[in-house]
């Protein structure tokens, strides 16, 4: 199941591509000074690309929690190089809000993310905290982007008020963190509808191992509910890229709890019969077999005759669900995986 969870900052990368200065000192022209503070910025979109891609390919935050506290030295180190440069002819504005950039990136980092690792922990407990998690996720790639909109404003202004043409570029790095935004956010839609239904299956098969028939039948109203709410849903999300894997096996898997909520009953009956039975069997053992009738052991043998073909009907609907269960999560957790690993591009910093 967590393999398919897939951590994500949206970074905006500037469009800085001049080399990179040995020295923090004077600089020539206000392109080299740009420059220069673009990289450090460069540096730091690898490392979270690379943090992405390991996430999406299998591993969770909290096996990678080295990394993170990796990229927050990384952060800290930039941002002291930034902070040390001098004003541009007296122009501190691409210094500071660069600066201000890169601390409020280290904050996410260390408390938007920090918490996300604390959250992963718990994820899988409600459809609540899945939500939560995942919500945790897009607020933190929200925060990331409005900050570095807010700094990309204030480079295209520097550039004008100093005369330097910023020409658009799209590096491979870029290209990629783009690429892993878009497959993220599909992946998070599809994956809380097939989440909804997956806990609520659980929720269903507690019920029933507990035997409490109120309790199945509400659950079995409700998983059905959101299986068909679900196929709505899923019917109207497009293809990736003429990929419609994901949706295609969520789907199957709607359609399946779909199938299990009409043939639940066939359970709850073999606990009917059996409570019946042992009512049965206990006035029919309470009586001396003297003094049993006819219609006593009658009344017996046929609430045992119907306990028999129940239980027969319940091991068979019982081996057959528990089958066509583990085939479709396991559908679900191949294709999901398959899907990051064909569409989140794979990089290493």
């Known amino acids: 199941m967590r393999k398919s969870l897939l951590l994500f900052l949206c970074c905006t990368a500037a469009s800085l591509v001049l080399p990179v200065r040995a020295v923090a000192q004077s600089f020539a022209h206000a392109g080299e000074y740009i420059s220069f503070i673009g990289a ?41 190089k930034i902070a040390s440069l001098p004003p541009y002819q007296g122009d501190k504005s691409l210094r500071d809000s660069t600066a201000r950039f890169l601390l409020a990136y280290y904050h996410i980092l260390n408390d938007d993310y920090g918490k996300i690792v604390n959250l992963e922990e718990v994820a899988e407990q409600s459809y609540d905290a899945m939500e939560a998690y995942l919500l945790a996720q897009e607020l933190a790639g929200t925060k990331i982007d409005e900050a570095g909109n807010r700094l990309d404003q204030t480079q295209k202004a520097f550039a004008a008020t100093h005369k330097v043409t910023l020409v658009e ?102 606990y009917l019969k059996e409570e019946n039975f042992q009512k049965i069997k206990q ?7 003297k003094d049993r009738t006819q219609a006593d052991v009658d009344g017996y043998n046929n609430a045992l005759k119907e306990l028999n073909k129940a239980i027969n009907e319940f ?31 794979k990089y290493k910093a």
């Not at 935004?181 to 098969?205: C, D, G, P, T």
């Not at 006035?283 to 077999?289: I, L, M, N, T, V």
């Not at 999901?336 to 064909?342: A, G, R, V």
């Open 283 to 289: 006035a029919f053992e309470a009586k001396r077999e």
């Open 169 to 270: 570029s799209s590096d491979e790095v870029s290209k990629k963190f783009a690429q892993a935004a878009k497959v993220n956010e599909y992946h998070r839609v599809v994956y809380l509808l097939f989440f909804k239904s997956y806990k609520q299956e659980m929720y269903l098969m507690d019920a029933v191992d507990k035997k409490n028939i109120n309790a199945v039948e509400q659950n079995k109203n409700t998983l059905q509910k959101y299986a068909e709410e679900n196929i709505k849903k899923l019917s109207a999300i497009p293809a990736f890229n003429g990929d419609r894997s994901l949706v295609s096996v969520c789907r199957q898997i709607q359609d399946f709890y779909k199938s299990e909520s009409s043939k639940i009953t066939v359970l709850t009956n073999f």
């Open 315 to 345: 091991n068979s609907t019982n081996k057959q669900l528990n089958e066509a269960r583990k085939e479709t999560i396991e559908s679900w957790n191949k294709a999901s995986q398959q899907f990051l690993d064909k569409h989140v591009p």
């Open 40 to 80: 450090q910025h460069h540096e730091i979109t690898k490392d979270m690309m690379s943090y992405t891609s390991a996430v999406a390919h299998g591993k969770s935050a909290r096996k990678i929690e080295n990394r993170r506290k990796e990229m927050l030295q990384t952060v800290t180190d930039a941002r002291r």
